[in-house]
C-alpha cells in the first residue's frame, strides 16, 4: 500500500489494535519500517516519545557504523596475502616473491607484533621429539 491508503487503513485498524506496542504492530501489519511507522502514527495522532525515537536513531546510526567496520576488517583479512614464512630469507629460497615483499614491508612498518605471533602459530604447529633432536 501506499502511504495515504495505509493512513486511511490505519484509522479502522487503530481502534482494534490490541498490542501493548501500537508502533511495532503497525511495523508488522502495514509492513513497514519504524521510521515510516513513527510518522504516519504521528499523522493519525498517536504520541510517540521523541526520546524513544532518538535513541533508536542513535542505536540504527552506531549499528550501521560497527557493521561497516566489520566488513571492512573482513575484507583486509581476505585480502591479504597468506604466507608460512616468518623471516625473509626462507622466503626468498622459496622463490615466494610476493612473500618476501610482505614481510619486507611488515619490517619496514616495524610490525613486531606480526613476527612474534607467527612464531608462536608455528612453534605450537611444529611438534619436535624424537632421540634425533635430543
Known amino acids: 500500500m501506499k502511504r495515504a491508503a495505509r493512513l486511511a487503513s490505519a484509522q479502522s485498524w487503530l481502534p482494534k489494535h490490541t498490542g501493548k506496542n501500537v508502533r511495532r504492530g503497525y511495523c508488522k501489519h502495514f509492513g513497514v519500517d519504524?521510521?515510516?511507522a513513527a510518522i504516519?502514527?504521528?499523522?493519525?495522532?498517536?504520541?510517540?516519545?521523541?526520546e524513544y525515537l532518538a535513541k533508536r536513531?542513535?542505536?540504527e546510526a552506531n549499528e550501521i557504523r560497527r557493521r561497516t567496520e566489520r566488513k571492512q576488517q573482513r575484507e583486509l583479512?581476505?585480502?591479504a596475502h597468506w604466507h608460512p614464512?616468518?623471516?625473509?630469507v626462507p622466503a626468498f629460497l622459496a622463490g615466494d616473491f610476493a612473500a618476501?615483499?610482505?614481510?619486507?614491508?611488515?619490517e619496514a612498518r616495524g610490525d613486531l607484533e606480526f613476527k612474534s605471533s607467527c612464531r608462536e602459530r608455528d612453534a605450537s604447529r611444529l611438534k619436535v621429539d624424537g632421540p634425533w633432536f635430543a
Open 77 to 79: 583479512n581476505e585480502n
Open 34 to 36: 519504524w521510521r515510516c
Open 57 to 59: 536513531e542513535t542505536d
Open 85 to 88: 614464512y616468518i623471516d625473509q
Open 100 to 106: 618476501l615483499h610482505d614481510l619486507q614491508q611488515m
Open 40 to 50: 504516519e502514527l504521528k499523522t493519525l495522532g498517536v504520541t510517540i516519545d521523541p
